[in-house]
């Protein structure tokens, strides 16, 4: 009989391993999507609102291309987007989202290790062309005004190259804002209580195990005590005085 007990036990514990671990997976998968979504398609927005309209408003004149504006300044446009992305779903509390980084790190490692080193002018510049191809910049792309236009600039080496750390170093570079602002908005009571509020202003549940949620309601409580308890003492000695 005990044996039956102690196998049902385990039983359960292996369930409930399996339901976490498939929990955290599914949270990894949603927050690595986001990383990717957000720099493959918010980057380039944010770059194209700040070259065109931005740039326009503050009366900035620029002689680089709007490729060549967002390939140069490929760090920036990534790395803020993922980074407010990641501080505003630091609300659920997911500790996976810390490491979503992991996975654009190692494509790009492996991309640097298996790339093809083949004798050209630019090996002669580079002792690895490799980071030049994933890292480096001085990027000379022409600007586009029709459809035609846009189709020979693949024909640009640099072009082409832009696209590369778009597609394999920009994840990189956001994957570790994403996962920076996970750990600090994860690690800030004060931050994760504002969060919890903006998540209850959207009339989305709550996530009571969350640590800053229950350090709030832990001092609401306090605070609810100590004024009975205030109110309870000024009662007794009003009625003392009177019997008195």
Known sequence: MEDNGGETVLNQEETRTKVSVRRQAT???FHLASVYLVVLFCSSAFAGWTYRSLFSALQIHTQRSSFEFL???LLFFSFVPAFVTGLLNARFNHRVAEFVW???TVVLLYKLITFPHTPSVL????SWPALHEYFGGGFLISEFHNWSQFAQLFSNPDMVRGMTQRTFTAPFYGGIAYSLAALIGGRNPSLQIALGRLRHSERWQPDEDS???QQEAAHKNARTSRTSSRFRQSRKYCCASTGA
């Open 27 to 29: 949270r990894f998968v």
């Open 123 to 126: 090996a002669q510049t580079s």
């Open 211 to 213: 640590p800053a949620l």
């Open 102 to 104: 992991t996975v654009p």
């Open 71 to 73: 390939f140069t300044h």
